[in-house]
């Protein structure tokens, strides 16, 4: 089928959710209130790394209103983990026993009648700590002599204590590179932390009913993967935990591990047998949750006299925090987004993920592609200039070409990244507007503008936890349709694209399509809103599940029809034989034949997916071996600037995004997703950075942690790279687009910046004073890097 | 501890009187939401930072996180639940759905009623006053791009029936 002979599937559509939200309907989890519901608290650590000599609740216990009181005395002291193997066993107690390894760490629980009465129990709690000498910087965590944060630990690179992770990889012959090329570059990027700014704080609701069951409302990015971290640390077998579905207000990545709080109002509620609620505040947010990842990338790379990468030598420190959380998979993950977007036949990769005492790190939309494509897509134009070259003509020489294989096994069967930089290059103008910026450097005007360029390319579903999807389509006696679906929608929009999808193969419209989802008890499995693989995942099961059902239908049909299958045509809910068209029988008669005389049978399809179904667990965290996605997206951005030399201050006039996710499945939603990640990486280069003292959260409010407001909003343009097509027969390979953009932004904007007044940025965020400060030291003759 | 004790106040909210007894600590975001069980009126921050707790206060866009409730006694609330009537979506709240302004939907609400407001005063308002007007709500989801666009359309959707009329 051609993609112009469908109905719902590639239509902007508007979402399905839309009225609800509009007019506040949308129950998320801090609208839910039950019965005898109480207000839940958490008592956190002050300090960054102490031991815990005694906690005293028995104040706290005796003053009216408090209904329950934990610790991790009241807890079975099971370890969780974003990652939990033998290399990487879990390393962190949803509440601290005897020890807090960062500030704002959960010591204790309260549940009382309202926030006050909450409120002064924590202040009857008392506890008496030892302070212990603590490590904030990774480098310095690194060294022999830091203090050690995890004593009884595995050990993943003696004598060095404190790392956390390592990861070491290499193909093709470094040493033979680097001596045979014409130019070897080597250069250090800084990224900082920052937070997800997910406008819904994170909020639990937790009651433990009559049956024994623990039912839980959470802010999440998949239901699955909370039950089994919940159950696991509760030590409750999977069916007596229950995750409901409501709406989430934003995630980003900082929403999917198990989170302190969630066990702690689950606790709560198990101990005095009430509903608990636990909102955090939005300071509490900021000084308390896990943010992203700041990474350190030094990377050195050789190239030909024509501009040929011969090889790449990368090392990322990544600062994990006291616990593991994401960082290991941080690291794994920069090696592939430098792998993934150009063909270089050496590369040797070492990534650490060190433990210090700062907060714990959560995934972040594009977890590690920023700060590596900000890192290499940089050097790219050091070289590219360096060579005389021009940035577009250097990216298409090493760009892959479709077919390629990858290092681990990967196949780029379907890629679109040298059309996708081909085209942004032509829609901007980019080659001679960045000419006149050069020519423009000089001049006696104070604004400059600059133009840039950054690539990505992005993993589309990999293999972890939940792994895969089933969706259950059936049908309803009035011929509506009703789907179940254990995936969550996070605000990019599933549940629409699942209904285009299921619209699409039964022909029954959008409004008719009734999606149950998100729920552990009565959807099927879900992979999650968290591994950019839903709509080819999810999507692809429930495209099974709704030809299966059809299939069903069409037999009953044909049944009734006196005909074959094949002769049979599905048109507004009415199925024809197409030489008789006189023949016919609508949806809702066929089903009732069906449960009529096929035994009660009242039609239902099944569908399930797994991405890379031949192979049998992830790639390794340790060696990147194995493979990793099916489906790789790309995308080329195009950023252009005006920097103010007076007052430093930056501005992004345009982002314009040529991308190849295969083909939008709804180009409305797609568009939305990358406004948003334009935005989002404007505030990772320009202005978003959580500022941490001694483990402690200094700015932990909006007012003082920057984002984007709409003064600041970005022009943007978008170009599509179609590069599959929606079949009915066959599955479909869509890719990815929640999350890969985010890095072109910034590095483009870097870029750009580096066109418009030759400074080469080589940290994020630049601060007006950053651009101001390198523009002085250029003007006395130095450098003139833009770095820590 | 002691609580100071409540007070009588009478509030309409969304054209309906309500006579609440309140402390007066209480921000009327906190009655909306927990007496009235308004919870279309979200909280993002408690500190005026961000604009999800925007509601109207006699047709004025306020933060009600910032507002006690007893301060406002008398006067006339409207919440995004009061926005549509009889079933049928205000423009802004249409041309949102429409456009593609809705992702995660948690600064929605804020958002519309900040939105409805300016357009009130200025039905035809430029760009740079739109993104003026809703500067004060922050939206983590969208890059406001599609807000800009559906407040716009529904600037001129509005001008467009009125002036058929
Ligand atoms: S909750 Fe009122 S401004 Fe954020
Ligand atoms: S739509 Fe999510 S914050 Fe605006």
């Known amino acids: 089928m051609n993609n112009n002979d469908l109905k719902y599937v590639g239509k902007p559509v508007p979402r399905k959710d839309g009225p609800l939200k509009a007019t506040g309907g949308a129950q998320y989890t801090v609208d839910i209130s039950l019965p005898g519901m109480l207000v839940g608290k958490v008592l956190r650590s002050p300090y960054p790394h102490a031991r815990i000599l005694n906690i005293d609740t028995s104040q706290a216990k005796k003053l009216p209103g408090v209904k329950a009181v934990v610790t991790s005395a009241d807890?079975?002291?099971?370890?969780?983990?974003?990652?939990?193997?033998?290399?990487?066993?879990?390393?962190?107690?949803?509440?601290?026993?005897?020890?807090?390894?960062?500030?704002?760490?959960?010591?204790?629980?309260?549940?009382?009648?309202?926030?006050?009465?909450?409120?002064?129990?924590?202040?009857?709690?008392?506890?008496?700590?030892?302070?212990?000498?603590?490590?904030?910087?990774?480098?310095?965590?690194?060294?022999?002599?830091?203090?050690?944060?995890?004593?009884?630990?595995?050990?993943?690179?003696?004598?060095?204590?404190?790392?956390?992770?390592?990861?070491?990889?290499?193909?093709?012959?470094?040493e033979k590179a680097f001596t045979?090329?014409?130019?070897?570059?080597?250069?250090?990027?800084?990224?900082?932390?920052?937070?997800?700014?997910?406008?819904?704080?994170?909020?639990?609701?937790?009651?433990?009913?009559?049956?024994?069951?623990?039912?839980?409302?959470?802010?999440?990015?998949?239901?699955?993967?909370?039950?089994?971290?919940?159950?696991?640390?509760?030590?409750?077998?999977?069916?007596?935990?229950?995750?409901?579905?409501?709406?989430?207000?934003?995630?980003?990545?900082?929403?999917?591990?198990?989170?302190?709080?969630?066990?702690?109002?689950?606790l709560l509620s198990m101990k005095c047998r009430l509903p608990v609620k636990i909102v955090y505040t939005r300071e509490e947010v900021f000084k308390a949750a896990r943010h992203g990842q700041p990474l350190i990338v030094e990377i050195k790379t050789g190239v030909k006299r024509d501009g040929t990468i011969l090889g790449q030598q990368i090392r990322t420190i990544n600062d994990s925090g006291a616990y593991r959380g994401s960082g290991v998979v941080a690291i794994f993950l920069a090696w592939g987004f430098a792998m993934a977007p150009y063909r270089i036949p050496s590369m040797q990769y070492e990534g650490y993920s060190v433990y210090t005492n700062n907060l714990v790190r959560a995934p972040q939309r594009g977890h590690g592609a920023p700060k590596m494509r900000f890192a290499a897509e940089s050097q790219f134009d050091v070289i590219a200039e360096e060579l005389g070259m021009d940035p577009i003509d250097f990216r298409l020489k090493n760009a892959r070409n479709p077919g390629d294989m990858l290092p681990n096994g990967d196949s780029v069967k379907n890629f679109g990244l040298k059309e996708c930089i081909a085209k942004v290059a032509e829609k901007t103008d980019f080659k001679a507007k960045y000419e006149a910026a050069l020519k423009e450097r000089h001049s006696g005007s104070t604004i400059k503008r600059g133009i840039g360029i950054g690539t990505t390319a992005y993993f589309s579903g990999s293999l972890v936890y939940p792994n895969s999807s089933t969706v259950i389509v059936r049908f309803n006696d009035d011929a509506s349709v009703s789907v179940m679906t254990g995936a969550l929608?996070?605000?990019?929009?599933?549940?629409?694209?699942?209904?285009?999808?299921?619209?699409?193969?039964?022909?029954?419209?959008?409004?008719?399509?009734?999606?149950?989802?998100?729920?552990?008890?009565?959807?099927?499995?879900?992979?999650?809103?968290?591994?950019?693989?839903?709509?080819?995942?999810?999507?692809?099961?429930?495209?099974?599940?709704?030809?299966?059902?059809?299939?069903?239908?069409?037999?009953?049909?044909?049944?009734?029809?006196?005909?074959?299958?094949?002769?049979?045509?599905?048109?507004?809910?009415?199925?024809?034989?197409?030489?008789?068209?006189?023949?016919?029988?609508?949806?809702?008669?066929?089903?009732?034949?069906?449960?009529?005389?096929?035994?009660?049978?009242?039609?239902?399809?099944?569908?399930?997916?797994?991405?890379?179904?031949?192979?049998?667990?992830?790639?390794?965290?340790?060696?990147?071996?194995?493979?990793?996605?099916?489906?790789?997206?790309?995308?080329?951005?195009?950023?252009?600037?005006?920097?103010?030399?007076?007052?430093?201050?930056?501005?992004?006039?345009?982002?314009?995004?040529?991308?190849?996710?295969?083909?939008?499945?709804?180009?409305?939603?797609?568009?939305?997703?990358?406004?948003?990640?334009?935005?989002?990486?404007?505030?990772?280069?320009?202005?978003?950075?959580?500022?941490?003292?001694?483990?402690?959260?200094?700015?932990p409010s909006f007012l003082e942690y920057k984002m984007p407001c709409a003064l600041d909003m970005v022009e943007t343009d978008y170009i599509d790279v179609i590069t599959e097509t929606y079949d009915k027969e066959h599955h479909y390979n869509t890719k990815e687009v929640g999350e890969g953009y985010v890095s072109g932004t910034v590095a483009s904007v870097a870029n750009a910046i580096y066109n418009a007044i030759g400074i080469r940025v080589k940290k994020t965020p630049v601060h007006p004073q950053d651009i101001i400060d390198a523009l002085e030291k250029h003007e006395h003759g130095g450098k003139g890097d833009l770095t820590r | 501890m002691t609580r100071p004790s409540k007070q009588i106040i009478s509030l309409n909210v969304n054209g309906d009187d309500y006579e609440l007894a309140v402390r007066p600590n209480r921000t009327l975001l906190e009655v909306l939401r927990e007496d009235l069980m308004l919870t279309g009126t979200k909280e993002g921050c408690e500190d005026g930072?961000?604009?999800?707790?925007?509601?109207?206060?006699?047709?004025?866009?306020?933060?009600?996180?910032?507002?006690?409730?007893?301060?406002?006694?008398?006067?006339?609330?409207?919440?995004?639940?009061?926005?549509?009537?009889?079933?049928?979506?205000?423009?802004?709240?249409?041309?949102?759905?429409?456009?593609?302004?809705?992702?995660?939907?948690?600064?929605?609400?804020?958002?519309?009623?900040?939105?409805?407001?300016?357009?009130?005063?200025?039905?035809?308002?430029?760009?740079?006053?739109?993104?003026?007007?809703?500067?004060?709500?922050?939206?983590?989801?969208?890059?406001?791009?599609?807000?800009?666009?559906?407040?716009?359309?529904?600037?001129?959707?509005?001008?467009?029936?009125?002036?058929?009329?």
Not at chain 1, 527 to 536: A, F, N, P, Q
Not at chain 1, 583 to 589: D, E, L, N, W
Not at chain 1, 668 to 682: A, C, K, T, W, Y
Not at chain 2, 115 to 122: F, M, P, V
């Open chain 1, 75 to 174: 807890s079975l002291k099971v370890k969780h983990g974003f990652i939990d193997t033998p290399r990487y066993p879990a390393d962190q107690y949803p509440i601290a026993v005897d020890m807090v390894r960062h500030a704002g760490e959960e010591i204790a629980g309260v549940a009382a009648i309202d926030e006050d009465t909450a409120n002064e129990a924590l202040s009857l709690i008392h506890v008496e700590y030892e302070r212990l000498p603590a490590v904030f910087d990774p480098e310095e965590a690194m060294k022999l002599d830091a203090p050690e944060i995890h004593p009884n630990h595995p050990k993943v690179s003696d004598p060095y204590k404190n790392i956390g992770g390592k990861i070491e990889t290499a193909f093709g012959d470094i």
């Open chain 1, 180 to 266: 045979g090329s014409y130019l070897i570059r080597e250069d250090k990027f800084y990224c900082q932390i920052r937070t997800h700014g997910y406008m819904e704080p994170q909020a639990t609701v937790a009651s433990w009913d009559h049956s024994s069951k623990l039912n839980v409302w959470t802010s999440s990015m998949g239901v699955f993967l909370k039950r089994a971290r919940l159950a696991r640390t509760l030590g409750l077998p999977f069916g007596s935990v229950r995750i409901l579905k409501t709406y989430v207000g934003g995630a980003f990545g900082g929403k999917i591990d198990l989170y302190g709080h969630e066990y702690i109002a689950s």
């Open chain 1, 489 to 699: 929608d996070i605000g990019q929009g599933c549940e629409t694209v699942i209904s285009q999808i299921v619209a699409e193969e039964l022909g029954v419209p959008l409004n008719e399509i009734h999606v149950h989802a998100a729920d552990t008890e009565t959807t099927p499995v879900d992979i999650g809103s968290w591994i950019s693989g839903l709509t080819y995942v999810t999507g692809n099961a429930a495209k099974k599940a709704a030809s299966h059902a059809m299939k069903k239908l069409l037999n009953v049909a044909a049944q009734e029809l006196g005909s074959e299958v094949q002769e049979l045509i599905a048109l507004d809910k009415t199925i024809f034989v197409g030489h008789s068209p006189d023949r016919k029988i609508s949806y809702g008669q066929a089903i009732a034949a069906s449960i009529a005389k096929n035994k009660g049978d009242c039609i239902i399809g099944e569908g399930h997916f797994r991405t890379m179904k031949d192979e049998v667990s992830p790639p390794s965290l340790s060696t990147a071996k194995g493979r990793w996605t099916e489906n790789y997206s790309n995308y080329a951005q195009v950023a252009e600037v005006e920097v103010d030399t007076e007052t430093g201050m930056v501005r992004i006039l345009k982002a314009t995004t040529a991308h190849d996710c295969g083909f939008p499945v709804n180009p409305v939603l797609v568009e939305g997703q990358i406004d948003g990640q334009v935005s989002m990486g404007q505030g990772h280069i320009l202005s978003e950075e959580l500022r941490v003292e001694d483990g402690c959260v200094i700015n």
């Open chain 2, 49 to 165: 930072s961000c604009g999800t707790c925007t509601v109207l206060l006699d047709g004025a866009p306020v933060r009600s996180c910032m507002l006690l409730a007893v301060d406002v006694a008398g006067r006339h609330v409207v919440t995004i639940e009061g926005l549509a009537s009889d079933n049928e979506l205000h423009p802004v709240q249409k041309a949102f759905v429409e456009y593609g302004a809705i992702q995660c939907g948690y600064c929605s609400p804020g958002m519309i009623l900040t939105a409805k407001a300016l357009l009130d005063t200025n039905p035809n308002p430029t760009e740079e006053e739109i993104k003026l007007a809703i500067s004060g709500n922050l939206c983590r989801c969208t890059g406001y791009n599609k807000i800009v666009s559906a407040i716009k359309i529904a600037g001129e959707n509005i001008a467009g029936v009125s002036s058929h009329e």
